[in-house]
T-cell receptor, first 111, second 112 residues
C-alpha cells in the first residue's frame, strides 16, 4: 500500500528558534493527517491534526501546513524548548480509520 | 483518567513460548489497534478491531492473534514466540473517524 515518509531523520535546533519538520505522503485520497510526538519510553502523544479541506491549522506554539498539490505536510514549532526534544511522526488516515505512519524525525534542542 | 493501559510493561520470553498482551481503555471507544515499533521505523499495524466481537488483519499480522470479547479490552497473543517478534508493542483506541488515536505507553517484549 501507499506510505507516508519523512525527509529529515534528525533535526537539531537552538533553544528559542523555530523548528520545521516535513513529511511527504503518497495517497492523494487521504483526507485526514495527524502529528504525534513520542518521548523516550512513552507512547505517541497527539499534537495536532488537519483535514484535507484545510491548508493550515494552528495550536499552542504549533502549526500544521498541508499542501495537497505536492502532497506535503509540515509541522512548525515556535520558540522551540528543551521539552520539545522527541521523535515526531506524521500519520495518514487510510480507509477504515487505519493510520499509516512515517519513520519519524528526531528533534534535538540545544540549550 | 487512565486512558489506554497496557500490561505488562516489560517481558522476556524464550523462543517458542506463548503469551498474551492486554490492552484496556476506559473511554468507551469503538476502535482498537495493535502496532509494533522497531528501531528506526514507524509504527506498523498488526491487527485492529472496529467494535466488540470484531477483529481484522493489519499490515503485519503473521504470528499474532487477537480477541475483543469486551469493548474495553483488546488482547494480542503470540502463539509461538520468535526472535523476530522482539519489539515494542503499542495499543491505541479511537472514538470515531477523523479523530486522533489515543496510545498506551507500550509493552517492551524481548524474545531470546
Amino acid at each position: 500500500g501507499e506510505s507516508v515518509g519523512l525527509h529529515l531523520p534528525t533535526l537539531s535546533v537552538q533553544e528559542g528558534d523555530n523548528s520545521i519538520i516535513n513529511c511527504a505522503y503518497s495517497n492523494s485520497a487521504s483526507d485526514y493527517f495527524i502529528w504525534y510526538k513520542q518521548e523516550s519510553g512513552k507512547g505517541p502523544q497527539f499534537i495536532i491534526d488537519i483535514r484535507s479541506n484545510m491548508d493550515k491549522r494552528q495550536g499552542q506554539r504549533v502549526t500544521v501546513l498541508l499542501n495537497k498539490t505536492v502532497k506535503h505536510l509540515s509541522l512548525q514549532i515556535a520558540a522551540t524548548q528543551p521539552g520539545d526534544s522527541a521523535v515526531y511522526f506524521c500519520a495518514e488516515n487510510e480507509y477504515g480509520n487505519k493510520l499509516v505512519f512515517g519513520a519519524g524525525t528526531i528533534l534535538r534542542v540545544k540549550s | 483518567n487512565a486512558g489506554v493501559t497496557q500490561t505488562p510493561k516489560f517481558r522476556v520470553l524464550k523462543t517458542g513460548q506463548s503469551m498474551t498482551l492486554l490492552c484496556a481503555q476506559d473511554m468507551n471507544h469503538e476502535y482498537m489497534y495493535w502496532y509494533r515499533q522497531d528501531p528506526g521505523m514507524g509504527l506498523r499495524l498488526i491487527h485492529y478491531s472496529v467494535g466488540e466481537g470484531t477483529t481484522a488483519k493489519g499490515e503485519v499480522p503473521d504470528g499474532y492473534n487477537v480477541s475483543r470479547l469486551k469493548k474495553q479490552n483488546f488482547l494480542l497473543g503470540l502463539e509461538s514466540a520468535a526472535p523476530s517478534q522482539t519489539s515494542v508493542y503499542f495499543c491505541a483506541s479511537l472514538d470515531r473517524g477523523n479523530q486522533p488515536q489515543h496510545f498506551g505507553d507500550g509493552t517492551r517484549l524481548s524474545i531470546l
